[in-house]
């Protein structure tokens, strides 16, 4: 077998040769499209696709001896196609035909191939040729699928595009498919769920397909040119395309193919004759059994045309209408009964999209194979809602062919679907068929793959784990992918997707993979320290550890991407069950600095898990280098899971960027370092800079801090510099110089003048031995970035309309400068903003607008950016989204600022705050923020919370202090104080609120804290104060925002504070939160306690003086809160007692003392 493998394998190669020197010459690269509107029914970003001219007449020359993949003596075929990132790529093809013998004898110059690359192992192509063009299909084993298209019919230019190119989803396709089985097929398939393992009987299965048109489908497609085949040869040519694309799918999830049935006289050219309704009506109220639907009316005409005995799933294509409906779901081969007009079977199906664009992979696949599959038997499997079928299991919209990516608002996981079925989806249709006869079948030579999905397993909460997968295939050089799949059923939207769901999935279906693991959430989430997600947003993981206690449901779906000759591979897949249970997380100590050659004490949280049902023994531990990219030192295997392992550091590398991680052994949940941790050969300091952020517009200064880390006992003084600081400015550091961890402020001045630039900076640190370099950028804006669009075209706005602006404009050029036109606006007022464009033809723009609220000079800030949508073919109308509300933020700075408005033509992508050169137009206007008038003095005069401790007067009626911030721990409480000014003999009532979940709204429960009335006081304390904040252990780590407002209550005392309001006698502050982990290391407590000497080497004393006489606690902590030492002393008034550590590890640590009465903390550093 060997031997014959290398001899296929040189020829190959012998053929692969010539190919590239013919088919090289029938592909030409194309730099730029004269038209580039023609992407535009594709919703195509011109700078996200890539242009090909073909010489046709070579390249079917190539095909031409193609022969069938079900042939007996196989000959190979070799040519070239463009690929992913416009790449030519060689494929092995063979014919696989979708149509009929009976009709491909008709029209033998419409065919349908197969293909399998040469260039890159488990590609997969679809091709379809005709008279109007060639159209591919590549599938890719981690890459999104790439598809080619002619521009426009008869056209000799290609576009080449995947997911990527796309700019939006602008069909707005629904479903109308009633979710739910008909009485038979359900009957049937509870005693029939017999594929249990997937499509893995190697068997083929066929279904003859009756397609008809409406005669708009058909209009589309002809080509006007009756020499190379009429309207009807047209119409059969794009059907050839779609049906290939959708057996692509079908064979490779599920083993099933469909082939086009010969009956030409069911596709409709004459509108006046056709047997269906207009779209508008043919598409609404389909499932009432209206006889003037769609469903129905193809159901009758397959009956009256072909009879029962011609087909086994008939389906309808449409030009327009924006819908699809199956009929019924599991019908296939279901017969008509003739004698019931009103009854819908395996012909009723139909697919017609919104956009009038009856072509392109998102028709062929979001929408035809969705049908189809509805026909086959799956349901839908998103779970922004429940249908109750027992399979929403996507979260959101969801995101594969069942889902309804791109069409859901706000449940969007993306804006395009991924081709292939959910688990759900195979298994229903699986379970359907296995019911059926209708279907031939044919055996597939290939041995199908064996999914194991492992053995089922108990973790803790609040842990991250990876899924391991595994599979066998007999014919061992299959290229075989994998696909984890959570299977729980229910509700699971943006609004209560987290870590505290128990039911529903909490993880999305991602695309199938060479990986047989799945990490949940994925690993860089987990390095990220984000094992947490609440509120997901399109395009964000959708993916969460469990927090409660809740049983989870998983699936691996193998599949088989054989070679093509073999008629394709199959899938197989396997379910495990993961318990997680209401126990203590597992996670483990983050290290500060190691030295080579030191001990080192690791350490972890075990928790409960070496309890009988998560029973983790043993544990591995894993060294990184390089921030958790990699892990490719291995510290222990199979240690005891005791919580602790000692560990001499091997010369390494120096690095300041290294992370443990520390997994089960047996078991699958695993914990990183939350933190990089340097680790060097000697004593060193490392530099660690904060980002440098944009400085106000105008400033003549910018101040940065970075913090200085000393290692491994390094003494030596370190002096600061700086180098590529802008000319003409000057800068200076505080302190100037350091010989212990601290933080340095570096402070640029004399940027009076400086041209406007990202400005690279090298950090210098030089002691007596060490220098080292930090490199950062310094963003530098002293004003508004120039932008405007070409003025080639007039695609422009042509009114705005805000507050009291009303400017009608031309296009005058690429820029408009308007800002002399001022509105006054007023803070947290909302305000409707229009604007019209013109689109300069039957194109489509897209028109955004930013105001500068921070007067940064910089339209990147939250908060800043508006999209006021598409418009199409107008030459002055409303953009779809126009009026759209805009309240000022609390926090804006008063003055005058600036409002873009930006209008571009959508195909050259969406507008950006700074773009030029484009075909559209900029316009610019002065937004003056008025300053709060305010006629009382109610207000907040203190604020007293962890370190807060803001004294205050009422400089207007909102105060920013949002630059004041305090870290407070998960799980950990505070007393908060707040004093008020109630102007005299009034009352006020005060509350706070904290945005917990980060989401920017202060309306979820948990998140208000009322801290009560106050009555003729001038700076006094409300009658709730103090009042004990508990950190909720899953608020979102990171920086939040607590809100204050005082208000007065009237003498009805019925006028709440309430957290967006405006105009109100009192006040509101804004403060920052920070979120962090674990036990807070500010300091508190009373005077007297010294530590000493600090910093020290683990051995230090302890003297607190007044002490009581009774037991004196010590606890000692590291920085993440994990307990390490603890002792209690005898009291003797004056308390003085050494404490030894005994090796522990370098870092930062709190002590807490307590003498039975009061309580300390204090920051001590292990050096």
């Not at 449940?411 to 298994?427: A, P, R």
């Amino acid at each position: 077998m060997k031997t014959k493998l290398h001899y296929v394998f040189s020829i190959t190669m012998l053929l692969f040769a010539f190919s590239a020197i013919a088919q090289n010459s029938s592909w030409k690269q194309v730099e730029n499209l004269k038209n580039p509107e023609k992407l535009s029914k594709f919703h195509l970003d011109k700078n996200q696709v890539h242009l090909f001219e073909l010489d046709i007449k070579s390249f079917k020359k190539s095909t031409a001896s193609t022969t069938l993949r079900s042939a007996k003596n196989k000959k190979e075929t070799i040519i070239s196609l463009p690929g992913i990132n416009g790449q030519i790529e060689s494929f092995k093809i063979y014919e696989a035909p979708v149509f009929s013998p009976e009709l491909a004898s008709k029209y033998p110059n419409i065919k349908s191939y197969v293909g399998i690359s040469i260039n890159n192992s488990g590609t997969r192509l679809r091709m379809s040729m005709s008279p109007q063009g060639v159209q591919t299909m590549i599938s890719y084993v981690n890459n999104s699928n790439v598809f080619m298209q002619p521009l426009t019919k008869g056209s000799n230019k290609y576009v080449v595009y995947d997911k990527r190119s796309k700019n939006s989803f602008a069909d707005k396709f629904e479903c109308k498919t009633l979710d739910k089985l008909n009485k038979s097929f359900n009957k049937s398939t509870e005693t029939a769920k017999v594929n249990e393992g997937g499509a893995n009987n190697q068997t083929l299965q066929k279904f003859r397909i009756a397609i008809s048109t409406t005669s708009e489908y058909t209009a589309y497609h002809d080509d006007g040119n009756a020499g190379n085949g009429d309207a009807i040869a047209d119409a059969l040519a794009a059907i050839n395309t779609t049906l290939g694309r959708v057996n692509e799918i079908f064979e490779t999830d599920m083993g099933v193919t469909f082939e086009l049935v010969n009956a030409t006289q069911l596709i409709y050219n004459n509108a006046a004759t056709d047997p269906y309704s207009d779209a508008s009506e043919g598409t609404s109220n389909d499932n009432s059994n209206n006889t003037n639907g769609w469903s129905l009316q193809l159901q009758n005409t397959l009956t009256t045309e072909l009879g029962n005995a011609a087909y086994d799933i008939g389906h309808l294509l449409g030009a327009t209408g924006g819908g699809g409906n199956a009929g019924c779901i599991g019908c296939v081969c279901r017969n008509d009964n003739a004698g019931n007009s009103l009854d819908k079977n395996k012909g009723s199906g139909y697919t017609s999209p919104s956009n009038s664009t009856p072509e392109g992979d998102t028709f062929d696949l979001d929408f035809v194979a969705h049908e189809i599959g509805h026909q086959m038997g799956a349901n839908h499997t998103w779970a922004f809602e429940s249908e109750g079928t027992g399979v929403n299991s996507e979260p959101g919209s969801g995101s594969t062919i069942m889902g309804y990516a791109g069409i859901e608002g706000a449940n969007n996981v993306e804006l395009n679907g991924d081709d292939y079925f959910h688990y759900h989806s195979i298994k229903q249709i699986l379970d359907n068929l296995s019911t059926k006869s209708c279907q031939t079948t044919e055996a597939i030579s290939n041995n199908p793959p064996s999914a194991d999905a492992g053995n089922n397993y108990n973790i803790p909460k609040g842990t991250a784990y990876v899924l391991n997968g595994a599979a066998t295939d007999l014919d061992g050089g299959d290229n075989l992918t994998y696909c984890w799949e959570q299977i729980d059923d229910g509700i699971s939207n943006f609004q209560n997707f987290g870590s505290t769901l128990t039911s529903g999935s909490m993880n999305r279906s991602l695309p199938p993979s060479n990986s047989p693991d799945r990490y949940i959430p994925k690993f860089a989430s987990v390095i990220a320290g984000n094992t947490i997600q609440t509120a997901p947003t399109l395009g964000s993981d959708w993916e969460t550890v469990s927090t409660v206690a809740r049983t989870l449901n998983w699936a691996l779906t193998v599949r088989d991407r054989a070679p093509i000759a073999s008629t394709g591979g199959q899938s197989s897949f396997d379910t495990m069950q993961i318990i997680v249970e209401d126990v203590t997380p597992f996670t483990m100590t983050n290290p500060v600095s190691w030295a080579q050659g030191s001990m080192q004490t690791i350490e972890w949280e075990i928790g409960q898990t070496t309890n009988a049902t998560i029973n983790c023994q043993n544990v591995n531990i894993k060294l990184s280098t390089d921030g958790g990219v990699t892990f490719p030192i291995t510290i222990a295997s199979n240690t005891p899971n005791d919580g602790s392992f000692d560990y001499t550091v091997p010369a390494i590398p120096d690095t300041s960027a290294a992370r443990l991680l520390i997994e089960a052994a047996d078991n699958i949940f695993y914990d990183v370092s939350n933190f990089n941790f340097s680790i060097s050969p000697t004593p060193s300091f490392f530099i660690v800079e904060e980002t440098l952020n944009p400085i106000d517009c105008g400033a003549t200064t910018a101040t940065f801090n970075f913090d200085y880390v000393t290692a491994n006992g390094f003494s030596e003084n370190t002096v600061f510099s700086v180098s590529g600081n802008p000319a003409g400015s000057t800068v200076t550091f505080l302190p100037t110089n350091l010989s212990d961890s601290g933080t340095v402020t570096m402070t640029i001045n004399d940027l009076d003048g400086i041209a406007q630039a990202d400005y690279p900076l090298i950090i210098t640190g030089t002691s007596t031995s060490i220098t080292k370099n930090n490199n950062v950028t310094f963003p530098f804006f002293n004003g508004i970035c120039s932008s405007a669009g070409n003025t080639t075209y007039n695609t422009s706005t042509t009114l705005v309309q805000f507050n009291t602006i009303n400017n009608a404009s031309a296009k005058p050029s690429g820029y408009s400068d308007y800002t002399s036109i001022i509105t006054d606006l007023n803070r947290n007022i909302s305000y409707d903003l229009t604007v019209n464009v013109n689109t300069d033809g039957d194109f489509i723009t897209a028109t955004k607008v930013w105001i500068d609220w921070n007067q940064n000079c910089s339209f990147n800030d939250a908060g800043e950016e508006y999209d006021l949508g598409d418009a199409s073919n107008i030459a002055n109308g409303a953009t779809a989204n126009s009026p759209i509300s805009i309240t000022v933020p609390l926090n804006a700075v008063p003055g005058n600022t600036t409002m873009r408005v930006s209008t571009k033509f959508k195909d050259d992508g969406l507008p950006t705050s700074c773009d030029n050169g484009f075909d559209g137009e900029v316009e610019d206007y002065t937004i003056n923020i008025l300053p709060d008038d305010f006629e009382y003095d109610t207000s907040i005069t203190l604020v007293q919370f962890n370190t807060i401790n803001q004294i205050s007067e009422k400089p207007s009626s909102y105060s920013d202090f949002s630059s004041i911030i305090t870290e407070v721990n998960r799980d950990s409480s505070y007393d908060l104080t707040v004093n008020v000014n109630t102007e005299g003999n009034f009352t006020t009532a005060t509350k706070v609120w904290m945005d917990w979940n980060q989401n920017s709204s202060f309306d979820d429960p948990g998140e208000a804290y009322d801290l009560g009335d106050a009555t003729n006081v001038s700076n006094e304390a409300t009658n709730n104060s103090p009042l004990s904040i508990s950190i909720p252990i899953d608020a979102v780590l990171g920086n939040t925002i607590m809100r204050i407002a005082t208000r007065y209550i009237g003498d009805s005392g019925n006028q709440e504070p309430i957290p967006s309001e405006n105009g109100f006698d009192g006040e509101v502050e804004d403060y920052t939160i920070t979120i962090i982990p674990t036990l807070a290391i500010e300091e508190s407590g009373y005077d007297n306690l010294i530590i000493y000497p600090n910093a020290n080497n683990g051995k230090f004393n302890v003297k607190l003086n007044g002490a009581l006489n009774r037991g004196i606690t010590v606890e000692v902590f590291d920085a993440r809160g994990q307990f390490i030492y603890k002792n209690i002393f005898e009291g003797t008034g004056d308390f003085n007692q050494s404490i030894d550590l005994n090796n522990v590890q370098s870092g930062l640590y709190i002590l807490r003392i307590n003498d039975g009465l009061r309580e300390s903390t204090k920051k001590i550093i292990i050096k």
